[in-house]
Nanobody, 123 residues
Framework: VQLQASGGGLVQAGGSLRLSCAAS????????VGWFRQPPGKEREFVAA????????YYADSVKGRFTISRDNAKNTVYLQMNSLKPEDTAVYYC?????????????????WGQGTLVTVSS
C-alpha cells in the first residue's frame, strides 16, 4: 500500500495550493481519508477528513471555510484545496487512510500514512 502526497510548495499569504494524495495497493473506495499537518516544532494535527464516498466531510476550525477536501475514487485520489493561505498554515501535510465507514480525525486511527509534502506560506 502506498499513499503519495504531492502539491506542496512555497506560496504567499492569501494564495492557494491544491494537494493531492494518490493511493495504490488498496481498494480505495473502502477507505476514509484524512489530511493532517505538522507545523515546525509542533505535534501533528488534524486538518480535514472525507468518508469513503465523498459525501461526508469534516474540518478543523482553523481551516473551515478556506480548505476543501474532495476525492475521485475512479482516480484513487483525494485532494485538499487550500485557499486564503496564512503563514500559520506552514507545515508538512500528510494524508492518511483507514478502512472505515467513519471519518479519520485522529492520528491514532490510521491504517496508512503518506510521506508528507511541505507547504510554506510567506507573509
Amino acid at each position: 500500500v502506498q499513499l503519495q502526497a504531492s502539491g506542496g510548495g512555497l506560496v504567499q499569504a492569501g494564495g492557494s495550493l491544491r494537494l493531492s494524495c494518490a493511493a495504490s495497493g488498496l481498494t480505495f473506495s473502502d477507505y476514509a481519508v484524512g489530511w493532517f499537518r505538522q507545523p515546525p516544532g509542533k505535534e501533528r494535527e488534524f486538518v480535514a477528513a472525507i468518508n469513503w464516498s465523498g459525501h461526508s466531510t469534516y474540518y478543523a476550525d482553523s481551516v473551515k471555510g478556506r480548505f476543501t477536501i474532495s476525492r475521485d475514487n475512479a482516480k484513487n485520489t483525494v485532494y485538499l484545496q487550500m485557499n486564503s493561505l496564512k503563514p500559520e498554515d506552514t507545515a508538512v501535510y500528510y494524508c492518511a487512510a483507514k478502512r472505515s465507514l467513519t471519518l479519520v480525525t485522529t492520528t491514532g486511527h490510521v491504517d496508512y500514512w503518506g510521506q508528507g509534502t511541505l507547504v510554506t506560506v510567506s507573509s
